[in-house]
């Protein structure tokens, strides 16, 4: 019993550490990912100016999405909100 409470205490400390080592970037890494956060934010500006001009909401995600090709994951460009 106490060892089995011993094991259960240790998994969520031997979670955060895996994911922890996971997660660290090389310095490429971590510049490819500030480019691609820019041309998400990019993406996403030119369909806010896009809903602006009138175009369309069915339009301006069209837009979107085409913007996004290989860039996030899911048809929203990485970012998705409520309606």
């Known amino acids: 019993m106490k060892r089995t409470l011993t094991t259960l205490a240790l998994v969520p400390l ?3 550490t895996t994911l922890t080592q996971a997660q ?3 310095d490429k890494e971590t510049k490819a990912d500030i480019e691609r956060h820019r041309a998400m934010a990019a993406a996403h500006d ?3 100016k896009c809903l ?3 175009k369309g909401y069915d339009a301006c995600m069209k837009q979107l999405q085409a913007a996004c090709k290989n860039l ?3 048809k929203y460009c990485g970012m998705k909100h409520a309606h």
């Open 72 to 74: 996030a994951i899911g």
């Open 46 to 48: 030119a369909a806010a």
């Open 52 to 54: 602006e001009s009138g």
């Open 24 to 26: 660290s970037h090389s």
């Open 14 to 16: 031997l979670l955060a």
